[in-house]
């Protein structure tokens, strides 16, 4: 798994989607960021390999290895990370997962949707949506968010997060509302954790959709959140991750065994 982002000064948010991509049970997760952030990466979480993102040739072997990728958790809006996500776009491969967080959305926009491979996942927030559907955030129903998906690749998934973070498929009617969380949500990094679940949970579970893995992923955040707030006033990001394992367990347990 290959994650991007945490360009300056948004270092933090490339941390904290690998930790949750890491603590989900991604397995091998590099981490393409500054070069200045990785002895702090490896610090913080020496689960991950580091790199830096502008070896064009490191990342381009990066890209093709891996199963997943993520760009755009504290991906800032340069030149620099613009020629990034044109190398992304350029190098992915039908095969491969690819979700777009964050600063990457913002790129979405001046590349063109229909460069995006199908089956891609978005995951922006209301503000974000706004700049990618031309829709104002009071616009934003299902019916005019699944109208607006028609102007993306086939099969593309869209978590639209929001108070009721909702999950969309390009040509499915049928929406997951998500019914859990509170304002004890409402930390910097939320965002960044909840991507890096999605990509830990999207590439893991191969019996399921594509679109199945990445509702467990958006309901566990939430569910853990709502466990944490029971007894502290701020939930943090750092904290939903550390809870990540024994609550992937506890569910696991729980499913029926096939022969």
């Known amino acids: 798994m290959l994650l991007i982002g945490g360009t300056y000064p948004y270092g933090g948010a490339i941390f904290m989607a690998a930790r949750a991509a890491v603590s989900s049970g991604a397995g091998l997760v590099t981490v393409a960021t500054e070069r200045a952030h990785l002895p702090a990466l490896h610090a913080s979480l020496p689960e991950a390999m580091g790199m830096d993102f502008q070896e064009e040739d490191l990342l381009c072997s990066q890209i093709k290895k891996a199963d997943v990728i993520l760009i755009g958790p504290g991906l800032a809006l340069g030149n620099r990370e613009q020629a990034c996500f044109d190398l992304v776009i350029k190098e992915v491969r039908q095969g491969q997962i690819l979700i777009l967080d964050g600063g990457a959305i913002q790129f979405v926009k001046q590349h063109g949707m229909t460069a995006l491979p199908a089956g891609c996942i978005l995951t922006p927030h209301q503000k974000e949506w706004e700049v990618l559907s031309g829709l104002a955030i009071e616009e934003q129903n299902d019916r005019a968010n699944l109208g607006a998906l028609e102007r993306f690749p086939s099969d593309v998934i869209l978590v639209q997060k929001s108070q009721e973070t909702t999950v969309y498929q390009k040509g499915q009617e ?12 409402a930390t ?14 999207a590439g893991q579970f191969p019996q399921v959709s594509l679109r199945e893995r990445v509702e467990a992923a958006v309901y566990l955040h939430s569910a853990i959140a709502a466990e944490l707030s029971e007894t502290t006033y701020v939930t943090l990001p750092t904290a939903i991750s550390q809870e990540i394992p024994r609550l992937m367990k506890q569910y696991a347990s729980r499913s029926p065994q096939k022969d």
Do not use: E, K, S, Y
């Open 174 to 185: 049928d929406v997951a509302r998500l019914l859990i969380g509170g304002p004890h949500q």
């Open 188 to 201: 910097g990094g939320m965002g960044d954790t909840l991507a890096g679940m999605i990509a830990g949970f």
